[in-house]
């Protein structure tokens, strides 16, 4: 991916979003891999020829400006955050540590892996500076499937990633996987699965396919060199990862994430829950109250703009009440637990008397989507594949409001 600037007048850049309040949760973006895998439509540049010194010099100025006091939890995501040097991570960590006490206060501490820069060493590094949880993007136990993503690991260097992280010492490990792929079948999925559950890690998140904007596997797509997974497979796939992960103990406690108790990502559930977050790095996006934005999703942008207006923030809004409570809802219901309508009034701010959320939760109970225990709202078997079409329900019966 090119690292050219997004076409936006500087005249037009906004002010910097207030400052957290303590206990906010933190994400940090580190945007460099080996090479951009072909489905993937975070920010994220190739390594190789980069200034990674300067780039950590401007990080630190952005945690010394930013980060807030006391953090719940960490999330260091990109990118590829395990590429970066143990000397470097010592660098960032202590200097988090001395603007946030992150050490004394976070309930945990995640860093993002890939399988070919996560050796022994560099684990119980990342352990001995804070972090408590390492993710690994496993994708594939299939190595066609891993060339045709674009990765760089084998399916043994994924495993050896895993055991390299029990060997150093860690007690809570994810692995990402994806399902639905080009010419996956059921039986290899089940099989697979199998194999990965097997291994006991303490949290899967395991994502249907998608073909985002801008990525290869989209353009793909298009011209017909790669054929997308029939809806039929991918909710037959659901049902597989469903009853196997249960039975292994990991049950699901969002749409696309399973954990054994206590593992669960308390950074995630934050963002589930339309909780407060400060972004830092280039492309990080930030939540505080109500207001929300990101900053530029260019390396040299984000230098400069630390450099010389003190902030990189290149865009930002506040939504209308009546969107806020939409979202609160789409994002309160991918978790296996729901959501009350009192939670997503107070979560979002809502203060109306009437409340356009709740006739479409209704209509939904009433269409069999939705299931409800006490006041408490929560997808159905039947409406758990359609998370994302539910969503835009609530959208549109709140959009009137926003006029």
């Keep these: ?212 904007e801008s990525t290869p596997f989209l353009r793909w797509l298009e011209q017909g060199k790669l054929v997308a997974s029939p809806e039929e497979l991918e909710l037959e796939l659901a049902e597989i990862t469903e009853e196997l992960t249960l039975a292994a103990g990991l049950p699901a406690y969002e749409v696309s994430n399973y954990a054994r108790p206590g593992h669960e990502c308390l950074h995630n559930i934050n963002y589930w829950q339309n909780g407060t977050y400060a972004g830092i790095g280039p492309s990080a996006a930030s939540k505080i109250f109500h207001k929300r934005g990101a900053s530029s999703r260019s390396v040299a942008r984000y230098k400069r703009f630390l450099r010389d207006r003190g902030h990189a923030l290149e865009w930002c809004e506040e939504l209308p009440p009546p969107a806020r409570l939409a979202e609160t809802w789409w994002l309160g219901l991918r978790l296996r637990r729901g959501i009350t309508p009192a939670e997503a009034r107070e979560r979002c701010g809502f203060e109306e008397t009437e409340d356009p959320a709740l006739p479409m939760a209704q209509r939904l109970l009433d269409q069999g989507l939705l299931d409800m225990s006490g006041d408490r709202f929560r997808l159905s078997e039947a409406g758990r594949p359609l998370a994302d079409s539910i969503a835009s329900e609530f959208f549109s019966a709140c959009a009137s409001e926003s006029d």
């Design 1 to 212: 991916m090119s690292d050219a600037p997004l076409p936006i007048s500087e005249a037009e850049l906004p002010d910097p979003l207030p400052e957290a309040p303590p206990g906010t949760a933190i994400y940090v973006h580190l945007p460099f891999c080996v090479t951009k895998c072909h489905y993937c439509d975070f920010y994220s540049l190739p390594a190789e020829g980069q200034d990674i010194p300067s780039f950590m010099d401007s990080l630190l100025i952005e945690v010394e400006q930013r980060a807030p006091e006391s953090p719940k939890t960490v999330f260091f995501g990109g990118g590829t955050p395990s590429l970066l040097s143990i000397p470097d991570w010592e660098r960032l960590m202590e200097a988090l540590d001395r603007r946030t006490n992150f050490r004394s206060t976070a309930q945990e501490v995640s860093v993002e892996c890939n399988p070919e820069s996560l050796t022994e060493d560099k684990a119980r590094a990342l352990l001995d500076l804070g972090v408590t949880r390492l993710s690994i993007g496993m994708q594939s136990l299939r190595s066609n499937t891993l060339e045709q993503f674009g990765r760089v690991h084998s399916v043994d260097d994924a495993w050896a990633a895993y055991e390299a992280a029990r060997r150093a010492g860690c007690t809570s490990i994810n692995l990402d996987v994806i399902f639905a792929n080009p010419g996956q079948t059921a039986s290899q999925w089940r099989e697979d699965l199998t194999q990965i559950l097997d291994r006991g890690p303490d949290h899967l998140a395991a994502y249907n396919l998608t073909f985002e």
